[in-house]
């Protein structure tokens, strides 16, 4: 059974940090991209943050100097260290992990930041 589970979501002030974990197990194949999306209530889901099996990232412009994403291969996990945070950044956090042949979602972590 695919599991992606996602922790390190909470309530911070502005300026504050949150480090963000997610960990795939039961995946049978190679983990090629993993990457950060957040969504809030009524709007879609955007990309926040990837990153390639060989360490290659790619940021949203509003997050860039502020996030960065990382990941673990042997331990099957990305993480996202979010930094300067603002209440513009409070959203649900899902990770997504893809394989050569399924997209996987984790479950979503809330984030939420007080000014």
């Known amino acids: 059974q695919v599991q992606l589970v996602e922790s390190g979501g909470g309530l911070v002030q502005a300026g504050g940090s949150l480090r963000l974990s997610c960990a795939a197990s039961g995946i049978m194949f190679n983990i090629n991209d993993m990457s950060w999306y957040r969504q809030a209530p009524g709007n879609q889901r955007e990309l926040v943050a990837s990153i390639t099996r060989g360490g290659s990232t790619n940021y949203a412009d509003s997050v860039k100097d502020r996030f960065t994403i990382s990941r673990d291969n042997a331990k099957r996990t990305v993480y996202l260290q979010m930094n300067s945070l603002k209440p513009e950044d409070t959203n649900v956090y899902y990770c997504?992990?893809?394989?050569?042949?399924?997209?996987?979602w984790g479950q979503g972590t809330q984030v939420t930041v007080s000014s």
């Open positions: 997504k992990v893809i394989t050569w042949s399924q997209t996987y």
